[in-house]
């Protein structure tokens, strides 16, 4: 799987109801976390502040996952 399909993975979780966002390590008030490919890979920004996530979870290169997330978004 490319970066470019693990980013549309993360947005997609981003927009979904009904989970827990990406949020911000050091303040979890600040807007949701965003994906961006940068020099050193596929990394979680937060458009509030400078942190930066270089940590991707798992569950976004399970198959089985985004099917379970692309249902959750068509029920809503």
Known sequence: MNQEDVK?????????????PLTCGLDSKHEKLYPKILEQ???????????????IPDLFFDD??????????RLI
């Open 41 to 55: 890979g596929l990394v979680l920004l937060c458009p509030n502040c400078n942190y930066t996530q270089t940590y």
């Open 8 to 20: 549309q993975r993360i947005k997609d979780y981003q927009q979904a109801d009904g989970v827990h």
């Open 64 to 73: 089985g996952f985004y099917e379970w997330l692309r249902g959750m978004k």
